[in-house]
């Protein structure tokens, strides 16, 4: 038998990106991604689903930029943080203790935290229910040498954006 289930059930686990976006020398911000997939390898396309009313969307839409960075799964703590809690009411990078650093090309700042940068620029963007799916060209990608070298790293994966999809208000 059966029965009727959320769709979004069996989706997870999922790996979690912290997405970074506004400028580093004035007002950027984190959230925390988990709909994110590659499109295409030339030209370097990658897709990512954020909510139309988050801060970060309001300032990647200004800026037609952002960064996917890659956390750890030491990180996790923090990526919570920055999916429960809202650019509009707080500093997540200092909240978080998250170091922002230049990006090689955009004005958005990387996690120094994180193992691997991927720098976008939006191509595109298509309105899907009450998220925005962003097409972004990465424009410049770059890692840990570390992260080459290990074979056994773990990324952040699990619960958290089922968890997130019910219960953030932004």
């Not at 801060?55 to 799964?73: D, M, R």
């Not at 595109?124 to 040498?145: N, R, W």
């Amino acid at each position: 038998m059966k029965i009727d289930v959320e769709y979004l059930e069996f989706m997870w686990p999922m790996r979690h990106f912290l997405i970074t976006c506004g400028d580093i020398k004035e007002k950027s911000n984190i959230v925390a991604i988990s709909f994110c997939m590659p499109l295409s390898k030339e030209p370097p396309l990658i897709a990512c689903a954020i909510g139309r009313e988050f801060y970060s969307y309001n300032l990647i839409k200004n800026t037609k930029e952002f960064i996917i960075n890659v956390p750890q799964k030491e990180l996790k703590s923090k990526i919570y943080y920055c999916g429960f809690h809202s650019g509009y009411q707080v500093d997540k990078f200092k909240k978080t203790g998250l170091t922002p650093q230049p990006a090689r090309k955009l004005k958005v700042p990387i996690i120094k935290e994180c193992v691997a940068h991927m720098e976008c620029t939006v191509k595109q963007e298509l309105v899907t229910g009450d998220k925005v799916l962003l097409i972004g060209e990465v424009i410049e990608a770059y890692a840990d040498k570390t992260l080459i070298m290990e074979q056994d790293m773990e990324y952040a994966m699990g619960d958290f954006p089922k968890k997130i999809y019910t219960t953030r208000f932004d």
